[in-house]
Antibody, heavy 122, light 108 residues
């Protein structure tokens, strides 16, 4: 089964940007979407967006359009999430996950990263 | 598509049955998955296609339903089943993924 390893915790100032990485190993990479979600403290899971590395065209949730960028680097089996114009409300644990179905951005998630804590603090 | 889970918290004795519900705001056929999340951990896939157990998931976990009403049943609750459980829809249109707000299962 594929393993997803995320980059480490980040502390950011309001108005700045954060970039989180998700490296895949042990399975097919290019043909499966990698999706990003977040979980604010004590809250549920919120879908941010994702990408199928083979197609390189991301899909974003409307709530994040304009300040989110998801890109894939097939040479290192890594997908990146960049979120800009950070506010206190962006404080959360950010997860990447792999879509089970190939060539689909509308699937469920069979492998998850360990999560990256992003704290927005002045 | 809004996913609504009930109850918010469920307290069950070990060995008893736990029944968790999830309702979709529009029909999603069988495009529902269930996840288990323990504190400090990532979610773990339990069920997909409303009723198919994921690899390695014990038989005490089962899913049912179609259309707008879905159920996750834990037939005989074990202490290690204490967690928050989320349902997730993956209908083709609109092409978004949404989760329910979660049901916390506690052991009495």
């Amino acid at each position: 089964q594929v393993q997803l390893v995320q980059s480490g915790a980040e502390v950011k100032k309001p108005g700045s940007s954060v970039k989180v990485s998700c490296r895949a190993s042990g399975g097919a990479f290019s043909s499966h979407a990698i999706t990003w979600m977040r979980q604010a403290p004590g809250q549920g899971l919120e879908w941010i967006g994702g990408i199928i590395p083979l197609f390189a065209t991301p899909t974003y949730a409307p709530e994040f359009q304009g300040r989110v960028t998801v890109v894939a680097d097939e040479s290192v089996n890594t997908v990146y999430l960049e979120l800009s114009s950070l506010t206190f409300e962006d404080t959360a644990v950010y997860f990447c996950a792999r879509d089970r179905d190939e060539l689909s951005t509308v699937s469920f998630f069979d492998s998850w990263g360990q999560g990256t804590r992003v704290t927005v603090s002045s | 598509i809004v996913m609504t889970q009930s109850p918010a918290t469920l307290s069950v004795f070990p060995g008893e049955r736990a029944t968790l519900s999830c309702r979709a705001s529009q029909t999603i056929t069988s495009n529902v998955a269930w996840y288990q999340q323990k504190p400090g951990q990532a979610p773990r896939l339990l069920i997909y296609g409303a009723s198919t157990r994921a690899t390695g998931i014990p038989a005490r976990f089962s899913g049912s339903g179609s259309g707008t009403e879905f159920t996750l049943t834990i037939s005989s609750l074990q202490s290690e089943d204490s967690a928050v459980y989320y349902c997730q829809q993956y209908n083709n249109w609109p092409p978004e993924r949404t989760f329910g707000q979660g049901t916390k299962v506690e052991i009495k």
